[in-house]
Each structure stands twice: as structure tokens, then as C-alpha cells.
């Protein structure tokens, strides 16, 4: 039987009390910037912690953790304070395909960056008024600003997402959720108000594309950008001005109960 968009709604509301809890962060790469009070702590382990969540949890989490660890668990203050000896020890880091050569890019870059601006949140923002849709161009200024630096590897391109190649770039949404959105829960952040939680789009991974698709949420069979689109437009009759709540709803169900 075909659920109404109201059945939908009620129960992803009720999932979201199930699901979105403070005990959530104990087991999802979210706690990696969880363990940190300063804004460009946060915006730094959240960045890392995105861009390496792929894989098991547990694995994702001991992965982050030792790299903050490397960072003497002051990722700002080792971007922009780093010696050649202490760049060194972080030769030895490696996250199934994400390997030295790749961090040492981004600690270049955030360096580059942070050297110039108290915050990541401007290389991601777009003024609603100059596009249509800031979050997606935000994510192409952001990928082409990040690769902007002379000799970027190409290799690293695998580990940064963008829309203009049609990715659904899962991790980087789920990014700026957490940098974006506050809740009561104190899940995500809310440590930038510049961007809307109303442009945010949905973090498309596989349990959340499942579930979407079982409740009719998404009908698209790839899971590129605009399968991502498809689901927020469909959230956002749900709830116009934050559609990404649902976000935990439907991975909590993914995961947890598998429907």
C-alpha cells in the first residue's frame, strides 16, 4: 500500500525521535569533531571526518582519531604551525585509497586557506541572491577553489566531490549538515549562519537512498546530484525550511531496522 505524504511525515517524525539522540554520536565519524570546543577545530576534524567516511564506522572513527592524534588534537593550530618534522609524521597515514600524498594536499590548502580567513564557511557559501541553488554552486566554487593551488594531484580529484560531475557528493552535504544545522539534540553544529538549512540538500548514501525509495521519497535510479535534488524537493514538503532533519531518520532506519 502506497503511503501518503502525511504517513511519510509521521513516521520520519517519529524515527527522528527514535534516532536523532546524543547517543548517536558515540558511534558515527560525527564524534571526531565532537571532541573539539573551537570553531576551526570543528570546520577541520569535520572536514576530515567527511572526506574519510567511507567504509566501516569503527574503522572511520580509529581512522580520524589517529589523524587528530598526528595533529597533537589541535588540527587549526598544526595547519598553521607545523614544522617540516612534525609534517613528516603524517607520512605514514593512509584510509583505504586516501593516502599520504592526499592529506599532505589538504594540509597545504587548509593552510593557504586559514592563513587568509578566520573560517571554511565563505569557500562554501552563495549568495541566494546571485544563484538558485547556492549549496550546489557553493560545492563547485569549493572543489575548484580546493584545486586552485599549483600542482594539486590529480589523484586527490577522487576524493573530492562535485556537482558538475554529477556526483551526489554524499559527504560533503553531510558536512555542511553538520556545520549548518543546530538541533536540540546537539548532533550538528549550527556554527555557520551564513548558509540556509533550507538550500542544504540530503547526504545520499546507500541506507538513505533505500529507505527513500521504499517510502517513495525517490524515484530516480542513479544516485547522482540530481537523485539527491529529487529526495530534498520531496523533504521540503515536509518540512520547507530544514528537509535535511530527516537525514538521520531515514539512516536510522537504514541501518537499524532496514525499512
Known amino acids: 500500500m502506497k503511503l501518503s505524504l502525511r504517513d511519510v511525515k509521521e513516521h520520519l517524525d517519529d524515527a527522528l525521535i527514535k534516532y536523532a539522540q546524543p547517543g548517536f554520536i558515540g558511534s558515527d565519524p560525527i ?50 604551525g607545523h614544522s617540516e618534522e612534525e609534517l613528516q609524521r603524517l607520512s605514514s597515514f593512509k584510509h583505504r585509497t586516501f593516502n599520504n600524498e592526499d592529506l599532505l594536499y589538504f594540509i597545504r590548502f587548509l593552510n593557504y586557506w586559514y592563513s587568509e580567513n578566520d573560517s571554511l564557511e565563505d569557500l562554501f557559501y552563495v549568495d541566494p541572491n546571485d544563484s538558485s541553488q547556492p549549496v550546489k554552486q557553493g560545492l563547485i566554487n569549493y572543489h575548484r577553489t580546493f584545486f586552485s593551488l599549483s600542482d594539486s594531484p590529480s ?35 549550527g556554527i555557520w549562519n551564513k548558509i540556509s538549512t533550507a538550500d542544504l540538500i540530503c547526504p545520499l548514501d546507500v541506507h538513505v537512498e533505500r529507505i ?16 539527491a535534488e529529487e529526495l530534498t524537493s520531496n523533504l521540503k514538503k515536509m518540512n ?20
Not at 176 to 188: A, P, T
Not at 212 to 227: G, P
Not at 249 to 259: D, K, Q, S, T
Open 31 to 80: 564524534q571526531i569533531p565532537h571532541s573539539f570546543s573551537r570553531k576551526q577545530d570543528i570546520e577541520i576534524a569535520g572536514l576530515f571526518a567527511a572526506t574519510l567516511a567511507w567504509g566501516q564506522r569503527k574503522t572511520i572513527i580509529n581512522k580520524c582519531n589517529e589523524l587528530m592524534d598526528m595533529m597533537d588534537r589541535a588540527p587549526h593550530e598544526f595547519i598553521l
Open 240 to 259: 520547507p525550511e530544514d528537509p535535511v532533519k530527516y537525514d538521520l531518520a531515514l539512516f536510522g532506519l537504514g541501518v537499524m531496522e532496514g525499512i
Open 155 to 189: 589523484r586527490t580529484k577522487k576524493h573530492v566531490s562535485t556537482p558538475e560531475r554529477k556526483s551526489a557528493c554524499k559527504r560533503l552535504n553531510m558536512y555542511l549538515r553538520w556545520m549548518v544545522r543546530s538541533d536540540k539534540e546537539g548532533i550538528d553544529f
Open 212 to 227: 527513500a525509495k521504499a517510502l517513495n521519497l525517490l524515484k530516480r535510479k542513479q544516485s547522482d546530484w540530481l537523485a
